[in-house]
């Protein structure tokens, strides 16, 4: 027997799909205020993040501003081949991932614990003040930041340095050694943005049912075990996915940062991948070079963020998509 075939009048589809736009375009008007809420951030990914990507094209000519994008000529991958032979690529990739190893190792916990004390704060007013604290070293720029910086652990005339001095002991060479250079980097951003980081974490706290902890306390937890056992596993959605982010972003250093605190004496650790395509780039006018380097950089955070979303998935979280 062969099989029978339904069709389905022109007719019907046509209304059927009128009938379809017209609930979405319900939807959409319903939700118009939310839409419009979303709409200056959907503008700013939209201007700043991929129209950009048409530019990304120049990574595979000889770009030169007077022919224009259009008219340049096609190298292919040479730019990359020229990238990965260079004898500071591996300076660069070592002192990149240094840094971002370091923040992550040390700065990424910051906020959860700082977030974890703060939810055991019983005074409000106290609380908010800490918070209040804690918050307001994001807001200074990374000008004032190295201005700090310079005043507090200058070698010569440095605050640290002379209290060491008045108490005996040796001055130290903080801006000036290759072995602190690293260290600095990251207490630096564990005091400017740790406390910025609890405002996420505060907010997957206050989240979890408070029933929970009472069980807990009945079952006879102490505060350490009602953090291990409730409050750890109440926001783990949550730090595996600013995980990833953040893995994702793991080629990334912050070009202010460290060009700012960066000199001849620590060049060789602090020369990474944002202050090698602003010297050869803006400096030097290799815009083809330099923007085969950032496009290396954005398809290795790619493969991090989709490679740690698929392992998180294998453990059974959620994930970031």
Do not use: C
Request: net charge positive.
């Amino acid at each position: 027997m062969g099989k029978s075939i339904t069709t389905v009048h022109p007719e019907i589809q046509h209304t059927r799909s009128r009938i379809k736009t017209k609930s979405r375009m319900k939807i959409i008007y319903r939700d118009r205020f939310l839409y419009l809420l979303a709409l200056p951030g959907l503008l700013f990914f939209l201007v700043f993040k991929y129209v950009p990507m048409w530019g990304l094209i120049i990574a595979f000519q000889n770009y030169s501003p007077y022919t224009g994008i259009m008219n340049s000529e096609w190298v292919g991958f040479d730019h990359f081949i020229r990238f990965f032979s260079n004898s500071d690529f591996y300076l660069l990739l070592r002192n990149t991932l240094a840094i971002s190893f370091l923040n992550l190792l040390l700065f990424f916990p910051a906020p959860i614990l700082i977030s974890i004390m703060l939810n055991e704060v019983r005074q409000v007013v106290l609380k908010r003040f800490i918070q209040t604290v804690i918050y307001f070293p994001h807001f200074l720029s990374w000008v004032i930041i190295a201005g700090i910086s310079f005043i507090m652990l200058g070698q010569s005339e440095g605050v640290v340095n002379s209290i060491l001095s008045l108490l005996g002991f040796e001055k130290i060479p903080f801006l000036t050694s290759t072995n602190l250079f690293w260290p600095m980097l990251t207490l630096q951003n564990i005091w400017k943005d740790a406390g910025w980081g609890t405002v996420i974490f505060l907010a997957a706290v206050s989240g979890i049912d408070p029933t929970l902890y009472e069980a807990a306390k009945m079952d006879g937890a102490d505060r350490l075990k009602q953090i291990w056992h409730v409050t750890l596993p109440g926001i783990r959605n949550v730090i595996f996915v600013l995980l990833i982010l953040k893995i994702g972003d793991i080629m990334d250093v912050g070009f202010e940062q460290v060009f700012l605190m960066g000199s001849a004496a620590v060049s060789n650790v602090a020369d990474v991948f944002d202050t090698y395509v602003y010297r050869n780039g803006v400096l030097n006018g290799e815009f083809s070079y330099t923007s085969s380097v950032g496009l290396f950089k954005s398809i290795v955070g790619l493969i991090l963020v989709m490679g740690t979303n698929k392992l998180t998935k294998m453990f059974g979280q959620d994930g970031l998509y």
